[in-house]
């Protein structure tokens, strides 16, 4: 809805642009009626206001700001890889689904250029917070590889009465895993699967369950919140291996630096200050009273030297 909004957005401020380029004019008729018109400065000071509008024009800035600095950063066909994997995902409603969303095709894509542009940005900038001081709070932290079986149900009671036959003599969790997991990636092979502290494929409270565990052992009903809607999935867990934790940072360097970089790109205030950097380096200047705090979340409020307004 958001996006729907915002590509909207861009339709008006268009216009709008043209008004505001007209200064002491009321610029191009945009309607005419009997005895009236709406002229594109009075359509302009309408929109100018509109919370849809000023995120747009954030949006904008945002886009000249890092392709100026990192456009030779991002390949085109990075961009073009990308729509191909929703045209797959969507097929023939995939116009229909931009469509609905209020883009075009370009849009998208100038949309997926703006974010690859600001992603490695902060990439560069996180790399730069790779001291040993942060490998080491990595380590610390760090669980390595454990592989485990996994039961993935939608319902709480069905949860429970799978736990009940998992925990009973001689059960065959990887059947019960094939019978009853919604986990569609894994079911199939017993609801096998490997990951380490720093894996995204399982919950955070299922990946503290199964490093909680002994070989073999079996997890109670585990609650964690689903990608989809926000809603509650339950998950049981039965350890199958553990890999023992080396005392050698070295070991796990690379997979260090992924977890600290993963982090940092994960980092809502991170990436924010990145993104205010980049504002201030480009020496920001609001030319009309109306956008003269859509900056603030970036860098600070409208008395800072880069959102300063004047009257022209």
Same mark, same amino acid.
């Given at each position: ?127 730069? *917070?790779?001291? #040993?001081?942060?490998? +080491?709070? %990595? &380590? ?9 079986? /996994? =039961? ?48 995204? *494929?399982?919950? #955070?409270?299922?990946? +503290?369950? %199964? &490093? ?9 009903? /585990? =609650? ?57 380096? %480009? ?10 705090? /859509? ?18």
């Amino acid at each position: 809805m958001k996006k729907k909004l915002l590509a909207g957005a861009i339709t008006l401020l268009s216009v709008a642009t043209l008004a505001a380029c007209s200064k002491g004019s009321e610029g191009a008729d945009l309607i005419s009626m009997k005895g009236d018109v709406i002229t594109e400065h009075q359509f302009y000071e309408q929109v100018k206001i509109n919370p849809s509008a000023q995120q747009v024009l954030l949006n904008l800035t945002i886009q000249k700001v890092f392709e100026k600095q990192y456009g030779s950063e991002v390949d085109d066909k990075e961009i073009d890889d990308i729509i191909s994997g929703e045209e797959k995902q969507y097929g023939e409603n995939y116009q229909r689904v931009l469509s609905q969303s209020g883009m075009t095709l370009e849009t998208r894509k100038a949309q997926i250029r703006t974010s690859k542009l600001v992603e490695f940005a902060v990439k560069k900038a996180a790399e730069a *917070e790779l001291t #040993d001081e942060a490998y +080491k709070k %990595a &380590f610390e932290s760090y669980t390595p590889d454990v592989t485990a079986q /996994i =039961i993935r149900l939608d319902n709480e009671d069905k949860a429970k009465e799978v736990l009940e036959k998992a925990k009973a003599s001689g059960a065959d969790f990887a059947q019960l895993a094939k019978d009853n997991s919604t986990d569609e990636k894994t079911k199939a092979n017993g609801g096998e699967i490997t990951f380490d502290s720093a894996s995204t *494929e399982v919950p #955070d409270q299922v990946k +503290k369950a %199964a &490093f909680a565990l002994d070989v073999n052992g079996i997890s109670d009903v /585990i =609650i964690a919140t689903g990608t989809q809607a926000y809603s509650s999935q339950y998950y049981i867990v039965k350890l199958i291996k553990k890999t023992e934790k080396s005392s050698n940072i070295d070991d796990y360097k690379e997979k260090l630096k992924t977890v600290i970089l993963t982090q940092k790109q994960n980092d809502a205030s991170f990436v924010q200050s990145i993104v205010g950097k980049e504002l201030q380096a %480009a020496n920001i200047k609001v030319k009309d009273q109306a956008f003269q705090n /859509i900056f603030t979340q970036y860098i600070g409020g409208g008395d800072s030297s880069s959102s300063s307004s004047s009257k022209e």
